[in-house]
């Protein structure tokens, strides 16, 4: 076991992500500078005899006000996930960082499916507790439940026979309208974050600050991200934020004005960043989060229909796996942490309003 701390370690380490099929975006070096300086990233590689990197866990570390400093991991370990030594590599190399640092916790997101009972009773041994509860999207910090879309050695033909009837139909009725889909620059952002203002407004979504999309920007695009708009008589109307890497790609943020959506044009918008993983040859075109409840009287069950109609496998992910280093420490910190995120979002909802007035 041993760490990134150099350029050449770094070179390693995202050579390694990037040909690893459980490869996520948030594991990413290129992710954890968008983080910074709130969270300082530190990776931990897991090791054959050889030297050969065969796991890697990338952690962010936060100083949290009267609490001291957490440790977060999102959508990791990257490695065979059930190999009991890889992960128990890892897991210590977790515990060097949590004396060096003095955290409370080690939390862990990982990208793997609630159904694993394998993976379950290791991380148990290895003394992570599991927290398998969440149902909605403030429950945990990613969303434990998505649509996920298997491409893998598809054609575009192939795929959009897998989508419903009238998800076709919506796609080509965007064309026939005259919607059109452009690739935007950083300068488009501004387009794109004054509709993602009118979006939060309406569906009540917490809605980052231009200058946190302008950092993606410049972290991650060209390569592992691209912003598209949709446009009709010349006027931007709708958007879409997707991310690649590795073997995926992901819709991570979307916005749609309160104008034209009659025009579907985020229908058009979710096959352009398709027809992209297609053409990537990626295995995965991921959709990102929908509400765990499905009824038709739940706020989000809009999301979790628009999503299910391309034809996407409903995935339930496994909760967040910890490890309290200080446990009564943790213990009042979830408490505190739990009220401050239904302030936030209350102010966020107050100030989406205030600016769309």
């Known amino acids: 076991m041993r760490f990134v701390v150099d350029e050449k370690s770094k070179k390693e380490y995202k050579e390694f ?50 609490f001291g ?7 990791g370990p990257v490695c065979d996930i059930h190999n009991k030594e890889v992960l128990k590599q890892l897991t210590d190399g977790a515990r060097e960082l949590a004396k060096k640092y003095n955290a409370i916790v080690l939390r862990i997101e990982p990208d793997i499916e609630s159904s694993d009972q394998e993976f379950r009773k290791i991380v148990t041994e290895l003394g992570y507790k599991i927290k398998d509860d969440a149902k909605d999207f403030m429950d945990e910090i990613q969303p434990r439940y998505v649509f996920r879309l298997d491409i893998k050695g598809k054609t575009e033909e192939e795929v959009m ?9 919506n796609i080509r009725l965007a064309g026939r309208k005259g ?37 993606m920007y410049d972290n991650m695009a060209p390569d592992h991200m691209k912003l598209l708009l949709a446009y009709y008589d010349g006027k931007p109307i709708s958007g879409v934020i ?19 959506r009659n025009l579907m044009p985020n229908y058009l918008l979710q096959w352009e960043m398709i027809k992209m993983a297609i053409a990537r040859h990626d295995d995965i075109y991921d959709f990102r989060g929908v509400s765990g409840i499905v009824d038709e009287s739940h706020p989000q069950y809009g999301l979790y229909r628009f999503k299910k109609g391309f034809g996407g496998k409903f995935t339930e992910f496994l909760g967040e796996i910890y490890i309290p280093y200080k446990p009564m420490k943790y213990k009042l910190y979830k408490f505190s942490e739990k009220t401050f995120r239904k302030l936030r979002q209350l102010k966020m909802k107050l100030s989406n309003k205030n600016k769309t007035n």
């Not at 387009?191 to 809605?207: L, P, S």
């Not at 790609?249 to 916005?255: E, I």
């Open 69 to 75: 400093n957490i440790m977060y991991s999102s959508r």
């Open 17 to 66: 992500l990037e040909n690893n099929e459980r490869c996520n975006f948030q594991q990413s070096l290129e992710w954890a500078e968008i983080k910074k300086p709130n969270w300082k990233p530190e990776v931990i590689l897991a090791e054959d005899e050889n030297k050969n990197i065969i796991g890697s866990l990338c952690v962010w570390i936060r100083k949290m006000p009267i």
């Open 242 to 260: 997707p991310i690649f890497y590795g073997n995926k790609t992901w819709y991570l943020y979307g916005a749609s004005s309160n104008e034209h």
């Open 179 to 215: 919607v059109t889909v452009k690739e935007g620059t950083r300068e488009d952002l501004k387009a794109f974050h004054k509709i993602m203002v009118e979006t939060g407004a309406r569906d009540g979504f917490i809605i980052r600050p231009l200058e946190y999309f302008e950092k």
């Open 161 to 169: 026979a897998g989508f419903h009837q009238k998800w076709r139909y």
